[in-house]
C-alpha cells in the first residue's frame, strides 16, 4: 500500500467535506472536555479524601448553661466532668487511638467564631458563654471514630460527639455526583460524536462513489479503499482531543490553579502533572472513537 497516495486520499476527503470535519472537531472538542473535566474531578475529589480524612478530627463538646439532653442537666460542664473526659483519654484504653488532642476553651471558641463569621450579623448576638468548651481529638486512623463516639456518649457534662467524617462524606456526596452528571453528558456527547463521524465518511465515501468503483475495477484491495477514510474520522477526531486536551490544561492553570489557589490556599488542589496524565487519555479516547466509528460506516455503508 502506498503511504503518500493514501494521505493523499485522506487530505482530498478533509477539503470536500471541510464543513463536516470542523463539526466532527466541534463535538468531539466538547465531549471529551466533558470526559476530562470528570476524570479531573474524580482526582481532585481522590486528593481532598486524602488530604481531609487525616485530618478529621472528633469533637466532644462539653456541656454549657443552655445545653439540653440528659447529660447537661446540672448545668455547664464543670472542672471535674472535664478533667473527667481527659483522663478517659489519656487511659490505656483509648490513648491507643488517639494521635493527638487539645482542649477549646469559651473564649478561644469565640475567637475561632468571629474570625470564621466576619462581616455575618449574627457575630454580634453571639457571647462566648454560649459556645461549647471542646475537646478536639486527631485520631491514629480516623476510621475509628466510633470508638470515641460510643465512648463518650452520655457521659454526664458531654453535650454530644461529632465525628467530621460524616460532613465530609456529604460534602464528597454531592462532588461525586456533580462527577458523574459530567459523566453522564460526556457519554452522550461521545455518542454524537461517534455517530457524526460515521455520518461524516458515509458522506464522504458516497461522493466519491465513481472514484471508489474505478479503483476496484483496477484491482485496489478493500483496505486501500477504506484506509483513507479511517484516517479522515482519526485526524478530525485527533484535532478535537488536541484542543480538549488544551482546555483541559487551560482549566487547571488559570482556574483551578490560579482562581481557586489562591482563594483556598489551604486545600489540596490538583496541578499540571494531572493534567498531563488526562491529556494523553483525550487523545487515545478520541482517535480509538473516531477508528471505531469511521470503519464501521466504510464497512456497513459503502459499497463500490
Sequence with gaps: MRLGLVLSEAANGLRRNASMVVSVVLVTFISLTFVGAAILMQMQIGQMKNFWYDRAQVGIYMCTAISPGETCTAGEANEEQIAAVEAQLKSP??????????FETHEQAFENFKKQFEGNPVADYVTPDQLNQTFWVNLTDPSQSDVMVESFSGVAGVENVTDQRKYLDQIFSVLNAASFTAIGIAVLMLVAAALLIA??????????????????LVGASNRFI??????????????GSLLAGGAIVAIVQWFVQGYLGARFSGFAL???????????????????????????????YLRV
Excluded: C, H, W
Design 93 to 102: 484504653t483509648l490513648a491507643q487511638f488517639v494521635d493527638k488532642y487539645y
Design 199 to 216: 455520518t461524516t465518511i458515509r458522506l464522504s465515501a458516497y461522493s466519491r462513489r465513481r472514484e471508489l468503483g474505478i479503483m476496484r
Design 226 to 239: 477504506q484506509t483513507p477514510f479511517v484516517l479522515e474520522g482519526v485526524f478530525a477526531a485527533l484535532l
Design 270 to 300: 490538583i496541578g499540571m502533572e494531572d493534567a498531563l496524565v488526562v491529556v494523553p487519555i483525550l487523545l487515545v479516547v478520541g482517535a480509538v472513537l473516531a477508528a471505531f466509528s469511521a470503519n464501521f460506516a466504510i464497512s456497513r
